[in-house]
């Protein structure tokens, strides 16, 4: 499954570079003052602040640059999110649903000043949650209200331009989209052009917290006086924020809309309510002549936990015959899902690392909403340790954890808890692995091994056996139907069909 995006740069030939002259070279024992573990938009962002500021930076990326979240996202740069204000609200208190829309207003303008001062398209649209049903009305108006207390210039509507039934909803003027490859890029070329480094296809695979703090990887180790964690979930467990965080997965795809098939919406949209609904248009790619093609169309939702859904093929099959219901002869070009991380009080964790001696640093826990949270974080990070942070810094690092974010954080955990208890449950009183056919393709089945688990798949015609055990924490995985990969229901882990680790808090391969 591959984004819009990350499919553009290989069918336009815009990346068609070896990943050999993609990435800067590994120099081992190198030394820099900062190291950014992560080259998304988060990571990027703070390499290239850091680098204006006159540092050695260092960008340490596993796979590539984008292959995670950012090239995954659906890339709304907006201050209005579906319906964030009030989750924020329930879980902690009004002085910090402030400072979140102010972080967030801080991250869009940097966003939007840096685009435009490097000639990144962006689209400027208005932003739109809506309620797709009769219950849904209360969540618009309570929106509506919280960000009109925040500042937001938002407005009421009753009616919206999209092809179905809808039930009111709040709008928020002159927001934005991009393609967050083309900002990448850009700020790629920026950090290598001040002397920074990007260095493609290195784990980090841990973080000795010395001075400087030794940063090991799968080639080699190099030191910081700094290191930043900047990769969804933090891959070190101090402070145990894999546990504080629920990792979830959701589906996007893009369509082609033929004539008749309908207008295509001229807003952002975002429902409220369930099932969850995402969509917007991008600009028609260039062709052949220099003209340009057909909008188009971007739909999201269905999403669910990380390794806790039955079927997610059947997720992806109903958005698009959702699409298409809507938007007569919609085709679909491009399918891919993304996975985020939400906190027991819907803000995200930005700040030190416990028991990293002040040198490791981490930004984690967007929950969905990475255009404008990756900026502020890593203008949080960067101001932190110049002790000139903005007001709106201070007063989410001073939060308080309240009862309600304490029972969202329990409810989490146990939920995890019992995933555990059921995959070791299922994989001891279930048939062994010698007993169960040859998976057909496409498919993944986990048998015994004697009390061990094992997981065995058919992708592409070639059958796999791996360990089906999560090196973290021991969880045991299920089978991801729509993306052939193993998943973890526990921390949100994720690996190949061969083993080799997609994403996730852990480090480290399956066990082949």
Same mark, same amino acid.
């Given at each position: 499954?591959?984004?819009?995006?990350?499919?553009?740069?290989?069918?336009?030939?815009?990346?068609?570079?070896?990943?050999?002259?993609?990435?800067?070279?590994?120099?081992?024992?190198?030394?820099y003052d900062e190291v950014v573990v992560g080259a998304g938009l988060t990571g990027l962002?703070?390499?290239?602040?850091?680098?204006?500021?006159?540092?050695?930076?260092?960008?340490?990326?596993?796979?590539?640059?984008?292959?995670?979240?950012?090239?995954?996202?659906?890339?709304?740069?907006?201050?209005?999110?579906?319906?964030?204000?009030?989750?924020?609200?329930?879980?902690?208190?009004?002085?910090?649903?402030?400072?979140?829309?102010?972080?967030?207003?801080?991250?869009?303008?940097?966003?939007?000043?840096?685009?435009?001062?490097?000639?990144?398209?962006?689209?400027?649209?208005?932003a739109v949650s809506y309620a797709g049903t009769a219950e849904g009305v209360e969540t618009?108006?309570?929106?509506?209200?919280?960000?009109?207390?925040?500042?937001?210039?938002?407005?009421?509507?009753?009616?919206?331009?999209?092809?179905?039934?809808?039930?009111?909803?709040?709008?928020?003027?002159?927001?934005?989209?991009?393609?967050?490859?083309?900002?990448?890029?850009?700020?790629?070329?920026?950090?290598?052009?001040?002397?920074?480094?990007?260095?493609?296809?290195?784990?980090?695979?841990?973080?000795?917290?010395?001075?400087?703090?030794?940063?090991?990887?799968?080639?080699?180790?190099?030191?910081?006086?700094?290191?930043?964690?900047?990769?969804?979930?933090?891959?070190?467990?101090?402070?145990?924020?894999?546990?504080?965080?629920?990792?979830?997965?959701?589906?996007?795809?893009?369509?082609?809309?033929?004539?008749?098939?309908?207008?295509?919406?001229?807003?952002?949209?975002?429902?409220?309510?369930?099932?969850?609904?995402?969509?917007?248009?991008?600009?028609?790619?260039?062709?052949?002549?220099?003209?340009?093609?057909?909008?188009?169309?971007?739909?999201?939702?269905?999403?669910?936990?990380?390794?806790?859904?039955?079927?997610?093929?059947?997720l992806v099959d109903d958005l698009h015959d959702w699409t298409a219901r809507h938007f007569?002869?919609?085709?679909?070009?491009?399918?891919?899902?993304?996975?985020?991380?939400?906190?027991?009080?819907?803000?995200?964790?930005?700040?030190?690392?416990?028991?990293?001696?002040?040198?490791?640093?981490?930004?984690?826990?967007?929950?969905?909403?990475?255009?404008?949270?990756?900026?502020?974080?890593?203008?949080?990070?960067?101001?932190?340790?110049?002790?000139?942070?903005?007001?709106?810094?201070?007063?989410?690092?001073?939060?308080?954890?309240?009862?309600?974010?304490?029972?969202?954080?329990?409810?989490?955990?146990?939920?995890?808890?019992?995933? /555990?208890?059921?995959? &070791?449950?299922?994989? =001891?009183? *279930?048939?062994?692995?010698?007993?169960?056919? +040859?998976?057909? $393709? #496409?498919?993944?089945?986990?048998?015994?091994?004697?009390?061990?688990?094992?997981?065995?798949?058919?992708?592409?015609?070639?059958?796999?056996?791996?360990?089906?055990?999560?090196?973290?924490?021991?969880?045991?995985?299920?089978?991801?139907? /729509?993306?052939?990969? &193993?998943?973890?229901? =526990?921390? *949100?882990?994720?690996?190949?069909?061969?083993? +080799?680790?997609? $994403? #996730?808090?852990?480090?480290?391969?399956?066990?082949?």
């Amino acid at each position: 499954m591959t984004s819009l995006w990350l499919a553009s740069r290989t069918e336009t030939g815009a990346d068609s570079r070896t990943a050999e002259s993609a990435t800067d070279p590994f120099e081992p024992d190198a030394r820099y003052d900062e190291v950014v573990v992560g080259a998304g938009l988060t990571g990027l962002v703070t390499a290239l602040l850091f680098a204006r500021a006159g540092k050695r930076v260092a960008v340490l990326e596993s796979r590539s640059i984008g292959a995670v979240a950012t090239g995954r996202s659906t890339a709304k740069l907006s201050l209005l999110q579906g319906s964030q204000l009030q989750k924020i609200k329930a879980h902690t208190y009004q002085s910090i649903v402030q400072a979140y829309v102010d972080a967030n207003r801080a991250g869009q303008e940097w966003m939007l000043e840096y685009a435009s001062s490097r000639g990144v398209a962006v689209q400027r649209r208005d932003a739109v949650s809506y309620a797709g049903t009769a219950e849904g009305v209360e969540t618009v108006g309570r929106e509506f209200r919280l960000a009109r207390a925040a500042g937001l210039d938002v407005r009421l509507v009753d009616r919206t331009d999209l092809p179905f039934e809808t039930f009111g909803a709040v709008v928020l003027p002159d927001q934005a989209q991009f393609d967050p490859l083309d900002v990448l890029a850009a700020l790629a070329a920026d950090v290598r052009s001040l002397g920074g480094v990007i260095v493609e296809n290195t784990r980090v695979t841990g973080v000795r917290a010395s001075d400087p703090a030794e940063v090991r990887t799968s080639r080699g180790t190099v030191f910081g006086a700094h290191v930043h964690l900047t990769t969804g979930v933090p891959i070190l467990d101090r402070g145990l924020y894999f546990a504080k965080l629920r990792a979830l997965r959701s589906y996007a795809g893009s369509y082609e809309v033929p004539m008749g098939g309908g207008e295509l919406p001229q807003s952002m949209y975002l429902s409220v309510d369930a099932p969850s609904r995402s969509i917007r248009t991008a600009p028609g790619r260039p062709t052949g002549d220099g003209s340009k093609g057909p909008a188009t169309l971007i739909v999201g939702g269905n999403g669910h936990p990380v390794g806790r859904a039955g079927d997610t093929q059947r997720l992806v099959d109903d958005l698009h015959d959702w699409t298409a219901r809507h938007f007569p002869g919609a085709v679909p070009t491009h399918s891919w899902s993304a996975q985020d991380y939400e906190t027991p009080h819907r803000v995200p964790f930005v700040g030190y690392l416990p028991r990293g001696r002040g040198r490791i640093y981490f930004a984690s826990g967007y929950d969905k909403w990475g255009m404008t949270n990756a900026v502020q974080a890593a203008l949080t990070l960067v101001s932190d340790l110049s002790s000139d942070s903005p007001s709106w810094a201070k007063t989410l690092h001073h939060r308080a954890t309240l009862p309600a974010a304490m029972a969202s954080g329990l409810g989490a955990n146990v939920a995890t808890g019992w995933w /555990a208890l059921k995959g &070791w449950a299922g994989v =001891l009183t *279930g048939p062994s692995t010698d007993a169960l056919p +040859i998976p057909a $393709e #496409g498919e993944g089945l986990i048998g015994r091994s004697g009390i061990h688990p094992t997981g065995t798949s058919t992708v592409g015609g070639r059958t796999c056996q791996v360990s089906a055990v999560c090196p973290h924490l021991g969880g045991v995985l299920t089978w991801n139907s /729509a993306e052939t990969s &193993w998943d973890c229901p =526990l921390h *949100g882990s994720r690996f190949a069909p061969d083993g +080799i680790l997609l $994403e #996730g808090p852990t480090v480290h391969d399956l066990r082949v």
